[in-house]
């Protein structure tokens, strides 16, 4: 195949309306419309996304199309994702897409957002050009999920193990809200960690056999640590805030790899990889590439943008779904639950 496919994606599971032009792997723009709206009520409150998803989503397709430099009638095929997320923001960019796709009489491919974390690793990109060889194992860490997946080629994912309960930036989220800070708390105990120590107090870590995992159990010690510190010292949270931070930040990074580097070494596979909305804490990717380094792996980390949710990735999924000729029906409906 010679000839370019130009692809047009929309992301709208969560909180973020995102639309991306693809030319085969390359990213000719990623655009994403970020929701404040919910940082005060502490999570994501879904009608408010559906409400911005249907105001941000015209614009924001409009200037990928414009800022990837194309005209309308370059696009061979629109990627969508259809699944996991909030019913309502899936069905604005649902609905969205099938209505340009009748409209420019172009093919619709579905993506799964997961997956669209994982194939992420394989949008082209100047300063990595390697790219992971199957099989290789993906931690994909975010807002919803935690997934040990084995990958064996872009349409053929296997969990290995998950989260029993709480996702891990579910777990950062939720003890950010513990300690008063807004929502989406991870990133901003990610930055209170990196001044504190990480090795002042100690939480407990789930043992579970296997590679699943659980994070509901450290959001509870969390809890009840605080709230006796709070009754002896009313300021314990200020004076103690990156302290606390980092705590529960190594606990959490060393859960998710003791258990990555416990199936790497059971499955034999040399090449690692992040993905996920998690993958953009510092030290997650820091332990990440040192555990790889020691053990002699190859380490993936995807760019930061392509990290939390951005369209990039569901044109990057849609793009091999495109090779494969796998494309949907306009009677398609998105899926709120989708297992991968
Ligand atoms: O993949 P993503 O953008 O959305 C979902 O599909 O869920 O992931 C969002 C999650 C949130 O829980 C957010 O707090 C977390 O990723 N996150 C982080 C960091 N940046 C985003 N968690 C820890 N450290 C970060 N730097
Ligand atoms: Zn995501």
């Known amino acids: 195949m010679n000839e370019a496919i130009t692809i047009l994606a929309i992301e709208s599971s969560c909180d973020e309306t995102s639309a991306a032009v693809l030319q ?20 994501v409150v879904p009608e408010l996304a559906s409400r911005e998803h249907q105001k941000n989503i015209v614009p924001v397709v409009d200037m990928a199309i414009k800022k990837a430099g194309i005209l309308k009638s370059d696009i061979d095929a629109i990627a969508y994702t259809s699944g996991p997320g909030l019913m309502g923001s899936l069905l604005v960019g649902t609905s969205f897409a099938k209505g ?7 093919p619709l491919i579905e993506v799964h957002h997961m997956k669209a974390h994982v194939l992420a690793h394989f949008i082209e990109d100047e300063a990595q050009s390697e790219v992971p060889n199957f099989p290789f194992l993906c931690l994909t860490v975010s807002g919803g999920h935690t997934q040990i997946v084995k990958v064996t080629s872009p349409s053929d994912f296997e ?5 029993r309960d709480d996702a891990a930036g579910e777990a950062f989220d939720k003890v950010a809200k513990i300690l008063g800070l807004p929502y989406p708390g991870g990133p901003l105990i990610d930055k209170h960690a990196q001044l504190g120590n990480p090795n002042r107090f100690t939480f407990p870590k789930a043992s579970i056999e296997g590679f699943d995992m659980s994070f509901s159990g450290l959001k509870t010690a969390v809890l009840y640590f605080l709230r006796d510190a709070l009754a002896e010292n009313p300021q314990f949270i200020e004076e103690n805030l990156n302290d606390v931070c980092a705590s529960v930040q190594r606990n959490i990074v060393e859960s998710l790899l ?10 034999q596979i040399n090449h690692l990889a992040l993905a996920g909305g998690v993958s953009a804490n510092s030290e997650l990717r820091e332990s990440f590439s040192m555990l790889c380094e020691q053990s002699n792996r190859k380490a993936f980390i995807p760019k930061f943008e392509y ?14 779904k495109y090779l494969d000729a796998s494309f949907s029906s306009l009677n398609e409906l998105p899926k709120a639950r989708l297992s991968l």
């Open 100 to 106: 340009l796709s009748i409209g420019l009489g172009i």
């Open 258 to 267: 003791s258990k990555l580097a416990k199936a790497a070494d059971e499955h």
């Open 24 to 43: 085969n792997r390359s990213v000719l723009s990623n655009l994403i419309a970020g929701q404040e709206i919910h940082a005060s009520y502490g999570g």
């Open 307 to 320: 990290c939390t949710d951005n369209a990039a990735m569901i044109g990057i999924a849609g793009y091999f």
């Open 159 to 163: 969990v290995l193990g998950e989260t």
